[in-house]
Each structure stands twice: as C-alpha cells, then as structure tokens.
C-alpha cells in the first residue's frame, strides 16, 4: 500500500500534464504587430509625398493639368490678335481706297458727256472749274444738303488726321470713332452753320468796315461756345458715356478749347467775313477745319481715354484681395 500511494500520485500526475505541441500556423498576435507596422510606413510615405506636391493656385485649388497648355493659348492668343489686326487694317485700307477712287473719279469724269477728243491736259484744265460750277448748281437745288455733305466729309477726313497725328499707323485708325466725327459733322455742322451765318448776317447787316471785328467776335464768343459745347455732348452721347461723364468732360474742356480756337480762328474769320460770300463761307470753312477738328477730336479723345483709363484703377482697388499662394498651399496640406 505504500508503494501504490507513492506511486500514484506521481502516475496521475504525469497522465494529467498536457503533452508540448508544435504548431506550423503562425499566432493572431504576431501577425498584426507588423501589419500595423507596414501601414504606418506607407501612410507616413504618401504623407511625406503629397508635402513635397507645390499647390500655385489664386483660387485654392490644384491647376496642374492646366500647365502645359498655358503656352499653347498664349501662341493662339497672339496670333487670333494679329488675324484681328490684319482683318481691321484690310477693311479699312478699302474704305480709305474705296472713297479715294470715287471722290477722284467724279472728279475727274465731271466732263465725260463732251470730252471726246480731249487732250489730258485739257480735262485737267478745265475739270477744276467744271467741278466748281457743279458745286454752285448743287447749292442752289439744295443748299442745306450740299453742306451737310461737305461738313460730313471734312469732319472724317480731320479725325483721321487726328488719329495719324496721334501716333496710329496710316491704315489702324478707329472706324467707329471716325465714323462717329463724320456724323456730327453731316447732321448737325453743315445744317446749323448753314442757318448760323444766314442769322450773322441779319444781326448784322451794316457795310463798314468795323463790322468785320464784330462779326469775328460774335463767332469766336457766342458760337464756338455753343458749337464746341454741342460737339462735345453729341460725341459723349455717341460713345455711350453717362450724363455726369459727359458734364465732366464739358467742363472741364469748354474753357480750354475756346480759348484754343482763338489762336486760330480770329485770322481765318477775317477772310470769312470780309471776302467770302455768304453762300460760300462754309466750304472756306470747312478748308480750315481740318486743322480744328484735328484739334478737337484729339482732345476729346484724350480726354475719353484718360477717364476710362482711370475707371480700371478704381475698380480694382475696391475689388476683393486675391488669396496668395503661400496661404493656399498651407490649406491644401491641412485639408489632405
């Protein structure tokens, strides 16, 4: 019995502790140790990738796939802005040839019905007073109309004038605003001066001497006030400019320009009113307005630009402030 109860325990003992197992398959536990592991090294990677990414955008928002085409719309950009300008320069280089060849060949072709067997020499030497007595015959059928075309004339060639004065090449003039001069001029020059001087003559229908200085007087006051000023507004009015932009203009030009025209008109008056017929004074007139609407259409327009040239700089400054790049690029980083 002593012997069974020391064995015993010692048998039950072994029986009852488990034998040692070895197992091929690796535990949960060492597997997600160096999953985790992993992870964190790519995640620290793409992090440290998308630091390096630069973000240049005024809008905050990436722009990269734009980069490259940027080049491309600038060489498309500068050579849609030369066709323009090769378009504009061949329209207007036809207008200019266009109203050359008819103003030359009416001229010129005044003595077609009987020229026949003409020498050269002949038809220039009497087309000059063919083409003055046609001009006489069209101012008594219709003196009113006569003038306005004349004044409609002059007034497009002096701005044309103006702007070549200005710097402009021959054929890059400004049709519309030429074409806005040579309407003021065929509406509102030629018909108003045709009344203008009748109305001179019965202010003052004296004979002597003194009543040429009070004529050149009268004009270079009372109407060159009221031409300049109606001349300004019309312009203004073309241009669709406000009422107070026009005011401004007005002005700020009405005592400058007055005095400006009596450099040269008190001169050019004296034969208008001394020598010059009545009927004939607007066409000597007109002579001498290429140079003054040389003068002002230079001015208004320099006026015109100066404003506008001041409206983007206003604009911009009460514009809202564009967000730099540096800030932009911080909150793209923050947000990824």
């Excluded at 793409?46 to 796939?65: F, G, H, M, N, Y």
């Excluded at 083409?131 to 007034?155: D, F």
């Excluded at 009405?254 to 450099?263: D, E, Q």
Aim: aromatic share 14%.
């Amino acid at each position: 019995m002593a012997t069974l109860n020391s064995i015993t325990p010692h048998k039950f003992l072994s029986l009852s502790s488990p034998k040692p197992t070895i197992s091929l398959r690796p535990s949960l536990t060492q597997i997600f140790p160096r999953n985790k592991q992993k992870q964190r090294v790519i995640i620290g990677f793409v992090a440290k990738e998308l630091d390096v990414i630069p973000v240049q955008s005024s809008d905050c928002t990436d722009q990269q796939d734009g980069v490259g085409f940027s080049s491309a719309s600038s060489l498309s950009g500068g050579e849609e802005e030369d066709f323009e300008k090769f378009i504009d320069r061949a329209i207007n280089a036809t207008i200019v040839l266009a109203a050359g060849t008819f103003a030359i060949s009416k001229m010129l072709t005044i003595d077609h019905d009987y020229w026949h067997g003409w020498t050269l020499f002949e038809i220039l030497r009497y087309a000059p007073q063919h083409n003055w007595s046609a001009y006489e015959a069209a101012l008594k059928a219709n003196p009113v109309l006569a003038k306005m075309v004349i004044s409609g004339v002059v007034y497009s060639l002096g701005d044309w004038i103006a702007q070549c004065y200005e710097g402009k090449p021959l054929f890059e003039f400004d049709r519309a605003r030429m074409f806005r001069s040579g309407l003021v001029g065929f509406t509102l020059h030629g018909s108003l001066s045709h009344y203008y001087y009748q109305l001179c003559e019965e202010l003052f229908p004296f004979q002597d001497w003194w009543v040429v200085p009070v004529k050149v007087a009268f004009d270079q006051t009372a109407w060159s006030a009221v031409w300049n000023s109606i001349y300004f507004t019309v312009l203004g009015f073309l241009r669709f400019e406000s009422p107070v932009s026009i005011f401004n203009e007005w002005k700020a030009t009405f005592f400058p320009m007055l005095t400006a025209g009596w450099k040269l008109w008190p001169f050019a008056h004296l034969i208008t009113y001394g020598v010059i017929p009545v009927e004939q004074r607007l066409l000597w007139v007109d002579c001498v307005e290429l140079i003054w609407v040389t003068i002002l259409s230079t001015y208004s327009n320099e006026k015109s630009e100066a404003r506008l040239s001041n409206t983007p700089e206003e604009a911009n400054s009460s514009s809202p402030s564009i967000v730099p790049p540096e800030v932009c690029r911080v909150t793209n980083l923050r947000s990824i």
